[in-house]
């Protein structure tokens, strides 16, 4: 009987440790799955607890439970829903003010642009009236230089 009661003992410590290892490879997962986001201010630790089922328990002790759980999960998840309409609510506000100051940069770019454009109409005008001048000159020139 002792050693029966031995390879009991350790089949239960064995199976203990693979119960853990599994719930840890688990909380990794959940952790890794719910971590903290770089766009997020916070992260989420799942905590898993086992419940033992004892037969003397009455079922509405559990219901009871049960209610209050999904009570507060749907508290966790409407405050969940109205913290992330906020954070929309502030995207879309960045982004309009991003798209005002773009536009506004543009007509900027648009105004320099043309002004620039207009001085080179101004430059080239000048530049066509002294290259005439210098067309004349050299005329004149040519002219003198067969007189003499």
Same mark, same amino acid.
């Given at each position: 009987?002792?050693?029966?009661?031995g390879k009991?003992?350790?089949k239960?410590i064995i199976t203990d440790? &693979?119960?853990r290892l !599994?719930?840890?490879?688990?909380a990794?997962t959940f952790?890794?799955?719910?971590?903290k986001k770089?766009?997020?201010?916070?992260?989420?630790l799942? &905590?898993?607890?086992s419940l033992?089922?004892?037969d003397d /328990? /009455?079922? !509405?002790?559990?219901?009871? /439970?049960w209610?209050?759980?999904v009570?507060?999960?749907?508290?966790f998840i409407?405050?969940?829903?109205?913290?992330t309409?906020?954070e929309i609510?502030t995207?879309?506000?960045?982004?309009?003010?991003i798209?005002?100051?773009?536009?506004?940069?543009?007509e900027e770019?648009?105004?320099k642009?043309?002004? &620039?454009?207009s001085e080179?109409e101004?430059?080239?005008?000048?530049?066509?009236k002294?290259?005439? &001048?210098l067309?004349?000159?050299?005329?004149?020139? /040519?002219?003198?230089?067969?007189?003499n």
């Amino acid at each position: 009987m002792g050693d029966s009661y031995g390879k009991v003992l350790e089949k239960r410590i064995i199976t203990d440790s &693979l119960t853990r290892l !599994d719930m840890i490879s688990e909380a990794a997962t959940f952790l890794e799955f719910l971590s903290k986001k770089k766009f997020l201010k916070r992260g989420f630790l799942v &905590l898993c607890e086992s419940l033992d089922s004892n037969d003397d /328990d /009455d079922d !509405d002790n559990g219901c009871d /439970d049960w209610e209050e759980m999904v009570i507060t999960l749907k508290n966790f998840i409407k405050k969940s829903e109205e913290v992330t309409q906020k954070e929309i609510n502030t995207l879309q506000q960045s982004v309009a003010r991003i798209e005002e100051k773009r536009k506004a940069r543009e007509e900027e770019l648009e105004g320099k642009i043309n002004g &620039l454009k207009s001085e080179f109409e101004i430059m080239n005008e000048k530049t066509d009236k002294m290259f005439a &001048l210098l067309v004349e000159m050299k005329q004149q020139f /040519d002219a003198e230089q067969i007189k003499n």
